[in-house]
Protein backbone atom coordinates (compact mmCIF):
# COMPACT_ATOMS: atom_id res chain seq x y z
CA UNK A 1 0.00 0.00 0.00
CA UNK A 2 1.45 3.41 -1.31
CA UNK A 3 -0.08 4.80 2.69
CA UNK A 4 1.32 2.69 4.70
CA UNK A 5 4.21 3.86 5.69
CA UNK A 6 4.75 3.78 9.67
CA UNK A 7 4.62 0.11 9.72
CA UNK A 8 7.84 -0.09 7.35
CA UNK A 9 9.69 2.57 9.68
CA UNK A 10 11.56 -0.07 12.02
CA UNK A 11 14.10 2.86 13.29
CA UNK A 12 12.63 4.18 17.07
CA UNK A 13 9.88 0.86 17.63
CA UNK A 14 10.80 -1.49 20.85
CA UNK A 15 9.69 -4.92 19.99
CA UNK A 16 9.31 -6.23 23.57
CA UNK A 17 10.15 -9.81 23.11
CA UNK A 18 11.76 -10.67 26.76
CA UNK A 19 14.80 -12.06 25.28
CA UNK A 20 18.11 -12.51 26.73
CA UNK A 21 19.44 -9.80 24.58
CA UNK A 22 16.68 -7.71 25.81
CA UNK A 23 17.87 -8.07 29.32
CA UNK A 24 20.93 -7.33 28.46
CA UNK A 25 22.43 -4.58 30.31
CA UNK A 26 22.01 -1.54 27.61
CA UNK A 27 25.52 -0.34 28.52
CA UNK A 28 27.05 -2.73 27.15
CA UNK A 29 24.88 -3.01 24.32
CA UNK A 30 25.15 0.60 23.53
CA UNK A 31 29.04 0.36 23.81
CA UNK A 32 29.24 -3.20 21.42
CA UNK A 33 27.01 -0.73 18.94
CA UNK A 34 29.19 1.95 18.95
CA UNK A 35 32.05 -0.50 18.21
CA UNK A 36 30.12 -2.28 15.61
CA UNK A 37 29.61 1.41 13.92
CA UNK A 38 33.11 2.61 13.78
CA UNK A 39 34.42 -1.00 12.36
CA UNK A 40 32.10 -0.72 9.62
CA UNK A 41 32.79 2.94 9.03
CA UNK A 42 37.06 1.79 8.74
CA UNK A 43 36.09 -1.08 6.83
CA UNK A 44 36.45 -0.91 2.99
CA UNK A 45 35.74 -4.36 1.76
CA UNK A 46 33.18 -6.50 1.39
CA UNK A 47 33.89 -9.54 3.36
CA UNK A 48 33.92 -7.62 6.68
CA UNK A 49 30.90 -5.45 5.80
CA UNK A 50 29.19 -9.01 5.02
CA UNK A 51 30.06 -10.66 8.52
CA UNK A 52 29.00 -7.29 10.25
CA UNK A 53 25.92 -7.75 8.25
CA UNK A 54 25.38 -11.37 9.38
CA UNK A 55 26.16 -10.61 13.09
CA UNK A 56 23.07 -7.79 13.23
CA UNK A 57 20.87 -10.73 11.55
CA UNK A 58 21.95 -13.03 14.06
CA UNK A 59 21.57 -10.80 17.04
CA UNK A 60 17.75 -9.91 16.03
CA UNK A 61 17.55 -14.15 15.42
CA UNK A 62 18.77 -14.06 18.87
CA UNK A 63 16.40 -11.27 20.06
CA UNK A 64 13.39 -13.12 18.60
CA UNK A 65 12.72 -10.24 15.74
CA UNK A 66 11.02 -11.05 12.86
CA UNK A 67 13.27 -11.40 10.23
CA UNK A 68 10.67 -9.97 7.78
CA UNK A 69 10.21 -6.89 9.73
CA UNK A 70 13.97 -6.29 9.96
CA UNK A 71 14.01 -5.91 6.37
CA UNK A 72 10.95 -3.95 5.94
CA UNK A 73 12.41 -1.04 7.61
CA UNK A 74 14.70 -1.20 4.29
CA UNK A 75 12.17 -0.10 2.11
CA UNK A 76 11.73 3.65 2.46
CA UNK A 77 15.18 3.78 1.90
CA UNK A 78 15.36 2.19 -1.54
CA UNK A 79 14.87 5.47 -3.28
CA UNK A 80 17.97 7.46 -1.41
CA UNK A 81 20.24 4.21 -1.86
CA UNK A 82 19.18 3.53 -5.97
CA UNK A 83 20.19 7.56 -6.02
CA UNK A 84 23.40 6.65 -4.39
CA UNK A 85 23.99 3.71 -6.43
CA UNK A 86 23.03 6.20 -9.52
CA UNK A 87 25.92 8.54 -8.88
CA UNK A 88 28.26 6.48 -7.86
CA UNK A 89 28.23 5.01 -10.94
CA UNK A 90 28.39 8.59 -12.70
CA UNK A 91 30.83 9.58 -10.54
CA UNK A 92 32.86 6.47 -9.60
CA UNK A 93 33.89 5.16 -13.12
CA UNK A 94 37.59 5.87 -13.26
CA UNK A 95 39.28 3.19 -15.17
CA UNK A 96 43.21 2.10 -13.80
CA UNK A 97 45.33 -0.38 -15.14
CA UNK A 98 43.83 -3.80 -14.33
CA UNK A 99 40.49 -3.05 -13.94
CA UNK A 100 37.82 -4.88 -16.42
CA UNK A 101 35.57 -2.31 -18.01
CA UNK A 102 31.83 -3.96 -18.73
CA UNK A 103 30.68 -0.38 -20.24
CA UNK A 104 31.86 3.11 -21.10
CA UNK A 105 29.68 6.16 -22.35
CA UNK A 106 30.53 9.69 -21.71
CA UNK A 107 30.78 9.81 -17.93
CA UNK A 108 30.07 6.76 -17.63
CA UNK A 109 32.21 3.67 -16.85
CA UNK A 110 31.36 0.12 -15.28
CA UNK A 111 34.40 -1.96 -14.31
CA UNK A 112 34.79 -4.46 -12.07
CA UNK A 113 36.20 -1.82 -9.48
CA UNK A 114 33.30 0.82 -9.56
CA UNK A 115 31.18 -1.94 -8.89
CA UNK A 116 32.92 -3.48 -5.72
CA UNK A 117 32.54 -0.26 -4.32
CA UNK A 118 29.47 0.49 -4.93
CA UNK A 119 28.77 -3.00 -3.66
CA UNK A 120 30.49 -2.48 -0.48
CA UNK A 121 29.09 0.93 0.17
CA UNK A 122 25.58 -0.07 -0.16
CA UNK A 123 25.50 -2.73 1.90
CA UNK A 124 27.99 -0.83 4.23
CA UNK A 125 24.59 1.49 4.29
CA UNK A 126 22.09 -0.91 4.64
CA UNK A 127 24.20 -2.29 7.46
CA UNK A 128 24.00 1.12 9.53
CA UNK A 129 20.05 1.17 8.74
CA UNK A 130 19.42 -2.24 10.37
CA UNK A 131 21.54 -1.86 13.19
CA UNK A 132 20.25 1.80 13.80
CA UNK A 133 16.77 -0.03 14.06
CA UNK A 134 18.17 -2.80 15.78
CA UNK A 135 19.58 -0.93 19.06
CA UNK A 136 16.04 0.96 19.68
CA UNK A 137 14.19 -2.68 18.83
CA UNK A 138 16.08 -3.91 22.19
CA UNK A 139 16.21 -0.86 24.30
CA UNK A 140 13.69 0.91 25.18
CA UNK A 141 13.61 5.05 25.63
CA UNK A 142 14.36 5.05 29.29
CA UNK A 143 16.94 2.37 28.93
CA UNK A 144 18.54 3.80 25.91
CA UNK A 145 19.14 7.71 27.52
CA UNK A 146 20.84 5.94 30.66
CA UNK A 147 22.93 4.23 28.49
CA UNK A 148 24.09 7.12 26.91
CA UNK A 149 24.11 9.19 29.89
CA UNK A 150 26.61 6.19 31.62
CA UNK A 151 28.90 5.71 28.77
CA UNK A 152 29.29 9.57 27.72
CA UNK A 153 28.97 10.27 31.06
CA UNK A 154 33.03 11.45 31.44
CA UNK A 155 32.60 14.26 29.09
CA UNK A 156 30.21 16.04 31.47
CA UNK A 157 33.67 16.99 33.65
CA UNK A 158 34.41 18.84 30.33
CA UNK A 159 31.38 20.84 30.19
CA UNK A 160 29.17 19.22 27.56
CA UNK A 161 25.87 18.82 28.84
CA UNK A 162 25.87 14.96 28.11
CA UNK A 163 22.42 14.35 29.66
CA UNK A 164 20.71 17.16 27.62
CA UNK A 165 22.39 15.34 24.89
CA UNK A 166 21.51 11.83 25.37
CA UNK A 167 17.51 13.20 26.07
CA UNK A 168 17.40 14.69 22.73
CA UNK A 169 19.29 11.63 20.83
CA UNK A 170 16.53 9.52 22.50
CA UNK A 171 13.38 11.77 21.48
CA UNK A 172 14.72 12.48 17.99
CA UNK A 173 14.70 8.30 17.85
CA UNK A 174 11.78 7.67 19.03
CA UNK A 175 9.49 10.40 17.15
CA UNK A 176 10.89 9.04 13.71
CA UNK A 177 7.84 6.50 13.87
CA UNK A 178 5.68 8.92 15.15
CA UNK A 179 6.48 11.50 12.32
CA UNK A 180 5.88 8.59 9.95
CA UNK A 181 2.59 7.88 11.35
CA UNK A 182 1.40 12.25 10.82
CA UNK A 183 2.82 12.26 7.82
CA UNK A 184 0.69 9.15 6.62
CA UNK A 185 -2.33 10.80 7.81
CA UNK A 186 -1.47 13.56 6.45
CA UNK A 187 -0.91 11.82 2.88
CA UNK A 188 -4.61 9.87 3.30
CA UNK A 189 -6.60 13.38 3.98
CA UNK A 190 -4.93 14.76 0.73
CA UNK A 191 -6.05 11.84 -1.30
CA UNK A 192 -9.42 12.24 0.12
CA UNK A 193 -9.44 15.77 -1.45
CA UNK A 194 -8.64 14.20 -5.06
CA UNK A 195 -4.68 14.86 -4.10
CA UNK A 196 -2.20 13.21 -6.39
CA UNK A 197 -1.14 11.22 -3.69
CA UNK A 198 0.28 7.72 -4.76
CA UNK A 199 -0.22 7.64 -8.46
CA UNK A 200 1.51 5.37 -10.71
CA UNK A 201 3.51 8.02 -12.19
CA UNK A 202 4.82 8.91 -8.60
CA UNK A 203 8.40 7.63 -9.89
CA UNK A 204 9.05 10.03 -11.76
CA UNK A 205 11.09 12.70 -10.27
CA UNK A 206 9.41 15.54 -11.19
CA UNK A 207 5.74 14.41 -10.29
CA UNK A 208 6.93 13.32 -6.95
CA UNK A 209 8.78 16.75 -6.18
CA UNK A 210 5.72 17.98 -6.86
CA UNK A 211 3.17 15.99 -4.80
CA UNK A 212 5.63 15.27 -2.23
CA UNK A 213 5.80 19.34 -1.82
CA UNK A 214 2.58 19.80 -0.18
CA UNK A 215 3.15 17.51 2.57
CA UNK A 216 6.30 19.34 4.20
CA UNK A 217 4.34 22.32 5.80
CA UNK A 218 1.58 20.38 7.74
CA UNK A 219 4.26 17.56 8.72
CA UNK A 220 6.73 20.70 10.01
CA UNK A 221 3.61 22.03 11.87
CA UNK A 222 2.86 18.55 13.66
CA UNK A 223 6.18 18.17 15.03
CA UNK A 224 6.71 21.95 16.01
CA UNK A 225 2.94 21.07 18.25
CA UNK A 226 4.33 17.63 18.58
CA UNK A 227 7.55 19.23 20.53
CA UNK A 228 5.29 22.02 21.94
CA UNK A 229 3.15 19.41 23.65
CA UNK A 230 6.25 17.61 25.03
CA UNK A 231 7.77 20.75 26.22
CA UNK A 232 4.62 21.42 28.45
CA UNK A 233 4.70 17.76 29.55
CA UNK A 234 8.45 17.75 30.71
CA UNK A 235 8.02 21.35 32.44
CA UNK A 236 4.32 20.31 34.55
CA UNK A 237 6.72 17.10 35.75
CA UNK A 238 9.42 19.36 36.88
CA UNK A 239 12.30 18.86 34.45
CA UNK A 240 14.95 21.53 34.77
CA UNK A 241 17.62 21.42 32.02
CA UNK A 242 21.41 20.34 33.50
CA UNK A 243 19.69 19.69 36.78
CA UNK A 244 21.09 16.51 38.58
CA UNK A 245 18.56 13.43 39.21
CA UNK A 246 18.75 10.17 40.41
CA UNK A 247 17.70 7.10 38.91
CA UNK A 248 15.19 5.34 40.01
CA UNK A 249 16.63 2.06 38.15
CA UNK A 250 20.09 1.27 39.10
CA UNK A 251 22.20 -1.08 36.14
CA UNK A 252 24.44 -3.84 37.58
CA UNK A 253 26.91 -5.96 34.71
CA UNK A 254 26.09 -9.68 34.96
CA UNK A 255 28.50 -12.32 33.90
CA UNK A 256 26.47 -12.62 30.38
CA UNK A 257 26.98 -9.10 29.96
CA UNK A 258 30.77 -8.85 30.44
CA UNK A 259 30.79 -12.09 28.34
CA UNK A 260 29.11 -9.90 25.30
CA UNK A 261 30.75 -6.90 25.53
CA UNK A 262 34.09 -9.14 25.10
CA UNK A 263 32.87 -11.05 22.36
CA UNK A 264 31.61 -8.19 21.04
CA UNK A 265 34.80 -5.87 21.11
CA UNK A 266 36.86 -8.66 19.87
CA UNK A 267 34.64 -9.27 16.89
CA UNK A 268 34.69 -5.51 15.76
CA UNK A 269 38.44 -5.33 16.57
CA UNK A 270 39.30 -8.73 14.09
CA UNK A 271 36.89 -6.47 11.13
CA UNK A 272 39.53 -4.16 11.75
CA UNK A 273 43.19 -6.15 12.20
CA UNK A 274 42.50 -9.76 10.15
CA UNK A 275 43.68 -9.43 6.03
CA UNK A 276 40.08 -10.73 5.12
CA UNK A 277 40.61 -11.90 1.49
CA UNK A 278 38.53 -9.81 -1.36
CA UNK A 279 35.56 -11.21 -3.02
CA UNK A 280 37.61 -12.31 -6.40
CA UNK A 281 40.46 -14.21 -3.88
CA UNK A 282 37.13 -15.43 -1.86
CA UNK A 283 35.92 -16.65 -5.05
CA UNK A 284 39.27 -18.43 -6.57
CA UNK A 285 39.95 -20.58 -3.33
CA UNK A 286 36.85 -21.72 -3.33
CA UNK A 287 37.18 -22.46 -6.79
CA UNK A 288 40.00 -23.93 -5.96
CA UNK A 289 39.13 -26.15 -3.09
Known sequence: MAFELARNITIGQYIPT????????PRIKLVVVIALFVALSLSFTAVPTALALGLIFAVAAAGRIPFGYVLSGLK?????????????????????PGTVVYFQWWIVNINDAALMAIA???????????????????????????AIESVFGPLQ?????????????????RFVPTLAEELERVMKAQASRL???????????????RTRLPLIVPLFLTALRRGE??????????????????????????????????LGLTFCVALLVVPWPTVPELWARLAGG
Open 229 to 262: ELVLAMEARGYVGGARRNRFRQYHARPLDWAVLV
Open 120 to 146: VGTLRIVAFIFLTSLMTMVMTTTELTH
Open 76 to 96: PALPVLVLLVILQILFRGQST
Open 157 to 173: RLGVPVRELALTATIAL
Open 195 to 209: GEIGLRADWRPDRAA
Open 18 to 25: GSWVHRLD
